[in-house]
């Protein structure tokens, strides 16, 4: 790695160390600070001519945790407070959140820093436990109950890619050595030499195991518990980054497996997991009560597009879902602060009891509302441009009938996601609720997310329209 990636390491690193030894009123500034130092070195080193520059799928993959990071260090900042009484109690709670919100961020921006793949094993394993700890953090029977179902799931399915990662160590120990470094660009170099059945079987495992991690059914069972139950800020980096995260571990094995035994096989997983992923997703939209229960699922089934539109082959499709990464992880950190604001000023998470956000919380209330018909693929927002490129590319590439099941399945999330939306933002507020934004930090760290998500509605930047490209070439590849 050269010197600005280990910064992009010990920005966060060094906010944990700090957080932990000092109070918390002089922590909490600090992770602001870092998530906005942090997330403008992340894109210095994506897009820097720093050398050894990062290869592209691991650049790529750096500019969610610098979205998400440089916004949640600001709405951390006000969280902890607003969320803690002001005693010791209330004091040791906002350390540990600050400690272990900016030790996730570390962990997450490590992984697409890395390209050995015991490595990734190694760092993926990390978030898990990390995350766990934030979730159980809320202090409440369900957190505790989400927080352990997470890490066991979670953990299994982990165990079950490291069964891959061994696999294929095994199958390239013949042509590298018994004891060589499981490094992705050795193996890749080799790969139409290594035996076909077992890189097959090492990418099954690596599906199902970081699969799990990536929130794709039918491993997703832990997602809407934990994302449901943990502290709002931890659930925007759950969703935004780690399943990005588990996406970019799987986008490694995909590169060997392509050119070592062609496409034909990791396509028709991911078309299995995608629609499969979709399907729950978009029908469990519709019967949510849960407001942060309904953000959950409808990461399962953006995860489920993003695996389509890498299932469909086409240049397009998978330029769309890279896309679709980014978009993604701008709006569902939008979604799940404004949601945080709303739970914080109604006192509730059922679905049913807000009425009138856009009234109580004028700005607060409606950004998620845009952020939900962002999330529901209303134009001009990123997520309909980096749709609309995916069910091109497969109308386009010889799937026709798939890509229309995929926007059947896609205007029924849309009728989910618009349908509670509306409930939850228009009419008026019960008359106790407070009318109101109190404070504006929060709103601040919500415009990140909006701003992006907006502007790749937009335009898409040239030199973020290369990067996605070349990383899409970097793991597409056939013999």
């Given at each position: ?26 922590g909490r500034p600090l992770t602001a600070v870092a998530g906005i130092a942090g997330a403008a070195v992340m894109i210095w080193d994506a897009f820097g001519n720093v050398e050894p520059r ?389 709103a601040a760290a919500m415009l990140v997310g909006f701003v992006v998500v907006l502007g790749l509605g937009l335009v898409v930047p040239a030199p973020l329209g290369t990067l996605i490209a ?10």
């Amino acid at each position: 790695m050269s010197w600005l990636s280990w910064l992009v390491l010990a920005i966060p690193g060094a906010a944990a160390i700090v957080s932990f030894l000092v109070p918390s009123r002089f922590g909490r500034p600090l992770t602001a600070v870092a998530g906005i130092a942090g997330a403008a070195v992340m894109i210095w080193d994506a897009f820097g001519n720093v050398e050894p520059r990062l290869d592209p799928l691991s650049a790529l993959f750096l500019l969610p945790v610098a979205i998400v990071y440089g916004a949640a260090g600001v709405y951390t900042a006000w969280y902890v407070k607003a969320e803690s009484r002001d005693d010791p109690a209330g004091e040791r709670y906002r350390r540990e959140f600050l400690v272990l919100t900016n030790g996730f961020a570390c962990a997450e921006a490590l992984v697409p820093l890395l390209s050995n793949m015991a490595g990734l094993w190694v760092a993926l394993e990390t978030t898990t436990i990390l995350a766990a700890l934030l979730v159980r953090l809320q202090g409440t029977d369900a957190a505790l109950e989400a927080a352990w179902k997470y890490i066991l799931i979670a953990s299994c399915g982990l165990a079950i890619g490291l069964i891959g990662v061994l696999v294929l160590y095994a199958a390239a120990a013949p042509v590298l050595g018994a004891h060589h470094v499981p490094e992705w660009s050795a193996y890749l170099a080799v790969a139409q030499r290594l035996d076909p059945d077992a890189v097959r079987l090492a990418f099954i495992l690596a599906l199902i195991g970081f699969g799990t991690k990536m929130g794709l059914a039918p491993m997703h069972t832990w997602l809407p518990d934990a994302h449901g139950a943990g502290p709002t800020p931890t659930s925007a980096m759950l969703s935004g980054v780690l399943l990005s995260d588990a996406l970019y571990v799987i986008l490694r094995f995909a590169g060997i497996t392509n050119a070592a035994v062609g496409a034909t096989m990791s396509h028709r997983l991911f078309v299995i997991v995608g629609l499969l992923s979709l399907l729950i997703g978009a029908f469990f939209l519709l019967r949510q009560h849960d407001i942060k229960r309904m953000l959950a699922y409808s990461s399962i089934e953006h995860m489920g597009v993003v695996a389509i539109g890498l299932a469909f082959g086409a240049p397009l499709a998978i330029a769309g879902a890279l896309l679709h990464v980014l978009n993604h992880a701008a709006s569902k950190s939008l979604a799940f602060f404004a949601a945080g604001r709303l739970v914080e000023r109604f006192g509730t998470r059922e679905i049913a009891a807000i009425r009138g956000g856009v009234q109580a919380l004028p700005v607060s209330g409606a950004l998620f509302a845009l952020a939900g018909l962002a999330l529901a693929g209303f134009p001009p927002f990123g997520i309909f441009r980096s749709e609309i490129m995916i069910l091109a590319g497969g109308f386009g590439g010889g799937s026709a009938w798939i890509a229309g099941i995929v926007a059947a399945l896609l205007a029924v999330a849309f009728a989910g996601l618009v349908r509670w939306v509306t409930v939850t933002s228009t009419g008026n507020a019960a008359e106790p609720i407070e009318v109101g934004e109190r404070t504006y930090v929060p709103a601040a760290a919500m415009l990140v997310g909006f701003v992006v998500v907006l502007g790749l509605g937009l335009v898409v930047p040239a030199p973020l329209g290369t990067l996605i490209a070349r990383a899409g070439q970097t793991f597409e590849r056939s013999p």
